[in-house]
């Protein structure tokens, strides 16, 4: 142990005496570092977010799509039916059904325009809708089923016209109809973190016989357990495929859809970590050209140690300590750097309306330290080996 500490305090007082440099080199190895656990923090808080979403929709929720998951995408598929609906309510172990019926439009405001996305639902689906996320009204009040030319507005859209801001009682123009706005919901948390920011709700028989869309796009399920969703979707697959005479529909199922969203993510974030891995192979060549010149700036020190008894062994121990060292130092720095960044991408994320926490994880940290001493030994062994193989008298004659 005594040897390990006069190895590593030998080692630190040679890089304190080259200061820039050392600072320079450790530079590398903090970017490499913390670009990598910054992502990964960055990456495991999305996972963490998108699952909390999926699980406020809950898990005991399946969601029916018109077109098959292997054929025409769902915005341009028209194979749900409106009796669809029925004869999934009737499937036991189904708790609530609502149909969504959607279409596009543009929306007049004061002589300005704007896109919208119009949702039809059932006044009565309120609490589900509430429960999934996608409405949580701040002002005004729900549809309610004497409503006909009445909308719900999310937060988000409050200032979709420049120069104005949507109120309770206002009124928007489409197509040559007024709809007043009866309600504002908060931005759609079910839509994650509001991105969807023009999602505007209508009573279903409104879309259904102003704007044409007769046929549900998709159908919200909820069963009665958690545990019967499997076998719900089993039968909701089995009556409509029955029904229709092919499966040109998609059932989905909350875990269905998380375990997917979850493989995208990982996929992404390996390619992203990947990526900042690059910064990495820079700072061992850093460490490299680093460990290169000291020892050719300290040739006679070491024909001096060796000289005197120092064995190859020890030399390349020092060498080999220097360069581990600024592995660790940049490691440990690396990842408070990566924490800070995650950090200042958390709260930018969080004011533009997108909730992303910091996540930590712990295996991350653990092989970035690794990784980082790692890349120092490796970066340090073939300049360290140099040192160790040089013949005391051509050393001490070195620059004569």
Do not use: C, W
């Not at 799509?65 to 769902?74: E, N, V």
């Not at 009565?124 to 509430?130: G, N, T």
């Not at 969703?229 to 909350?254: S, Y």
């Not at 050209?289 to 001096?304: D, P, Q, S």
């Amino acid at each position: 142990m005594e040897i390990d500490q006069e190895l590593f305090s030998i080692a630190f007082r040679n890089l304190k005496m080259h200061k820039l440099r050392s600072f320079l080199t450790l530079l590398g190895i903090i970017i490499g570092i913390g670009a990598i656990v910054g992502l990964a923090s960055i990456g495991e808080g999305l996972n963490q977010s998108v699952t909390e979403e999926f699980e406020r929709m809950g898990l005991d929720t399946l969601t029916v799509q018109s077109g098959s998951s292997t054929g025409m995408a769902t915005a341009v598929s028209e194979s749900l039916k409106e009796d669809d609906i029925g004869l999934i309510d009737g499937i036991p172990g189904v708790e609530s059904v609502s149909g969504f019926y959607e279409t596009a439009e543009i929306a007049e405001f004061r002589g300005q325009q704007a896109s919208i996305f119009i949702i039809g639902i059932a006044p009565d689906a309120r609490e589900f809708l509430e429960k999934a996320g996608y409405i949580d009204i701040i002002k005004g009040r729900h549809l309610e089923s004497n409503d006909g030319y009445a909308v719900v507005i999310p937060e988000s859209f409050v200032e979709a016209f420049e120069g104005e801001t949507l109120r309770v009682k206002d009124q928007l123009e489409i197509d040559g109809q007024k709809f007043k706005i009866v309600g504002i919901s908060k931005d759609m948390s079910g839509a994650f973190g509001g991105l969807v920011s023009n999602m505007v709700f209508f009573p279903k028989e409104t879309v259904q016989d102003f704007f044409g869309e007769e046929n549900p796009t998709e159908i919200m399920v909820q069963a009665t357990d958690r545990e019967l969703v499997d076998e719900v979707a089993d039968k909701i697959t089995e009556r409509l495929k029955r029904t229709h005479g092919e499966e040109d529909f998609t059932v989905m199922t909350t875990e269905n859809i998380m375990e997917s969203a979850g493989v995208v993510l990982g996929l992404i974030q390996t390619v992203l970590i990947a990526l900042a891995a690059i910064s990495l192979v820079v700072g061992a060549i850093g460490i490299m050209n680093t460990m290169l010149m000291a020892v050719m700036e300290r040739t006679k020190e070491i024909g001096v140690m060796k000289a005197v008894g120092a064995t190859n062994k020890k030399v390349l121990s020092i060498f080999l300590a220097e360069s581990a060292l600024i592995g660790t130092v940049g490691g440990i720095i690396g990842i408070i750097f990566g924490f800070i960044l995650a950090g200042i991408v958390s709260v930018v994320a969080t004011l533009s309306g997108f909730g992303l926490p910091i996540g930590v994880n712990i295996v991350a940290i653990i092989v970035a330290v690794a990784v980082s001493v790692f890349v120092g030994m490796v970066s340090g062994y073939l300049p360290a080996r140099r040192a160790a193989l040089l013949e005391p008298v051509e050393a001490l004659r070195y620059g004569k």
